[in-house]
């Protein structure tokens, strides 16, 4: 059974971690607010590619790009996950991964169990869980990201999209699939895999606006060459949101996962309070019994 000092010494062990994981609850709040700023200030930039897009795919204009083109066989694949560097975000990553594994099982379903297949981990904790399962699989391949991490953004996502982008005009990857978190709340993120190379033209298709009014548009220099100056565009946009919504995803989880630790470490402050509190008032009353009883005696 416990002393009463043990008792006390966990009580302030206890409170003093309620203390701190109160205050990365409020960190990870302050960096998710940040992240969905981020991602707020990027979605009018693809909006606005998009509408040009569609205005294009809407018009009589005759367009189209390698980018779009499906290849009629898959040979060799990449996926892109993204997950995070740091931990404390509860069972976030272990349900990327889990989706990966869905992914995978998808593609060989498609593209047939000899397609080899590149994965692309974001942030060391995918990559270490990534690197587990291409050690036992000859057709996986661990793909090299360079110097991005999860709370990359500006250059080195455009560059990293732009890897991908070359590779697959070069014929060295037939199809890219991008998977992530995508962030719709702080309570709620529900993980995407989404085709990023070829682009689907269900993506690039107008808006139902454009199709109803079905005005007339005159293009500068031409559409061709719009059309293959946006979808470069569009791409990089595409891979920008995904770091953004991975981003705020991974703090909302934090968020989640230290407000249940903060919770946790209440209930057993509150059950070790109470405990201390019997064994207090039980030594109490038996001082009062030892002293009650030698005045009998006496």
Known sequence: MATLRELKGRIGSVASSEKITGAMKMISSAKMHKAEGVLRRLQPFRQCVQTV?????????????PLTAVRPAIRHAAIVVLGSDDGLC?????NIFKGLLGTIEELRKDAGEDVMIEIVPVGKKMRRAVEKIISSDPHLSLGECGDIDSKSDGEAVKT?????????????????ILQYMHFFSAGKQRLVSDAYLPIAQEALAGTETQKKDGRPYLFEPDAATIFATVLPMYLLSVMQEAFAE???SEQAARVMAMQSANDNAQKLLEQLQLEYNKLRQQGITTELLDIVGGQVRD
Request: proline share 0%; glycine share 8%; hydrophobic share 45%.
């Open 90 to 94: 509860g069972a976030y990553n272990v």
């Open 53 to 65: 897009i569609g205005n294009l795919l809407s018009s009589d204009a005759a367009v189209s790009s």
């Open 160 to 176: 990293f999209a732009r890897n991908f982008e070359e590779r697959f005009l070069s014929g060295a990857l037939d199809k890219v």
């Open 246 to 248: 991975n981003r705020a």
